[in-house]
């Protein structure tokens, strides 16, 4: 068993549910609002327009895809043991939405390596652009992380 359903299979069902909220499933390819090809809960690897989905695909395109990057977090994370269940889901939902390689460069990762947890959550806040413009909708879902991941540091 890996590490991280050992130790962490509480805020992986967490996250499934909280990104399938913001998410949202769509089974038909569609142009996300920067124009890449999406489909089900935000997935875009591979995605090609034109392409189709069962509601049961997208699930467990959402579930696999949680685990790959609460794996990758794991990785860039030095201290992903001492995270509560919803500070750590907060920080692999922002990953889920911008990309392993950006969260894993990120100030919220360089805070989180030192033990600043509490400057780690207030990073999320940044992460509120696509194509250089601030969205709503991404402002929306950070402010809900971010309350997510003070949760967790409160032990709510």
Not at 67 to 75: Q, R
Not at 122 to 151: F, I, P, T, Y
Request: aromatic share 8%.
């Amino acid at each position: 068993m890996s590490k991280t359903w050992k130790r962490g299979a509480m805020a992986l069902a967490l996250v499934v549910s909280f990104v399938g909220g913001w998410e949202g499933m769509r089974t038909t390819a569609y142009r996300d609002i920067v124009g890449v090809p999406t489909i089900c809960f935000g997935e875009t690897r591979g995605v090609k327009m034109g392409d189709t989905a069962t509601v049961e695909e997208c699930k467990t395109m959402l579930g696999d895809g949680i685990v790959e990057f609460a794996a990758a977090v794991d990785k860039c994370l030095t201290v992903e043991d001492r995270l509560p269940h919803k500070t750590y889901a907060a920080f692999v939902s922002l990953s889920y939405n911008i990309g392993t390689g950006a969260f894993c460069r990120s100030t919220l990762v360089r805070k989180a390596n030192l033990g600043d947890f509490l400057g780690a959550c207030d990073q999320l806040l940044v992460w509120n652009r696509a194509g250089g413009k601030v969205v709503q909708g991404l402002v929306n879902r950070r402010k809900a992380e971010h309350a997510m991941c003070l949760e967790g540091l409160a032990g709510k």
